[in-house]
T-cell receptor
Framework: EADIYQTPRYLVIGTGKKITLECSQT?????MYWYQQDPGMELHLIHY???????EKGDLSSESTVSRIRTEHFPLTLESARPSHTSQYLC?????????????FGPGTRLLVL | EDQVTQSPEALRLQEGESSSLNCSYT??????LFWYRQDPGKGPEFLFT???AGEEKEKERLKATLTKKESFLHITAPKPEDSATYLC??????????FGTGTRLKVLA
């Protein structure tokens, strides 16, 4: 069973507020990812990290930022939330060094911006 | 362009009625093909990783197989608790995982 945690699980917030979505994993994985998922749609990569102090933007344009100061922690921040940010946000991690690099996912954060 | 297509989009089965879900992929340099189960409002739960054509993996009522162009998730004698969305994803290396849109499975008692 994967040990990857996300908080909060649900968040309702007003337009213009700053929010941080937390993600932690206890598996010691070097690679971590943030995805956005809308109902019935595929997962879209918004950020990823190869390790501490390494972050990159994914394929989906996003107004969010991430940081990776510790291996186990990969928070995502929205400086000014907008209704278009309403979505489910999924954090994942994978282990470098295995051929297939299986990704394990957290439970997700469902965000509603009013 | 790398692509993963899942079919059908939705599937309704009677309890005990076996069936298969399809995942077709066009990915250069496939390093892994993954199957996940996702319940509403939750994150994807890892089921299987396949790497080589001809490879098969089983877990309870589920069996995943892989060819050079597609993967199948076979569900034998499903139960209502198997109802979920099943996702497949192809990994081509570095950070790139290409996900399908999933098959929504409903198993009726």
């Amino acid at each position: 069973e994967a040990d990857i945690y996300q908080t909060p699980r649900y968040l309702v917030i007003g337009t213009g507020k700053k929010i941080t979505l937390e993600c932690s994993q206890t598996m010691g994985h070097d690679k971590m990812y943030w995805y956005q998922q809308d109902p019935g749609m595929e997962l879209h990569l918004i950020h990823y990290s190869y390790g501490v102090n390494s972050t990159e933007k994914g394929d989906l344009s996003s107004e969010s930022t991430v940081s990776r100061i510790r291996t186990e922690h990969f928070p995502l921040t929205l400086e000014s939330a907008r209704p278009s940010h309403t979505s489910q946000y999924l954090c994942a991690s994978s282990e470098v060094g295995t051929l297939q690099e299986t990704q394990y996912f957290g439970p997700g954060t469902r965000l509603l911006v009013l | 362009e790398d692509q993963v297509t899942q079919s059908p989009e939705a599937l309704r089965l009677q309890e005990g009625e076996s069936s298969s879900l399809n995942c077709s992929y066009t990915v250069s340099g496939l390093r892994g093909l993954f199957w996940y189960r996702q319940d509403p409002g939750k994150g994807p739960e890892f089921l299987f990783t396949l790497y080589s054509a001809g490879e098969e993996k089983e877990k309870e009522r589920l069996k995943a197989t892989l060819t050079k162009k597609e993967s199948f998730l076979h569900i034998t004698a499903p139960k209502p608790e198997d109802s979920a969305t099943y996702l497949c994803a192809a990994f081509s290396g570095t950070y790139k995982y290409i996900f399908g849109t999933g098959t929504r499975l409903k198993v009726l008692a």
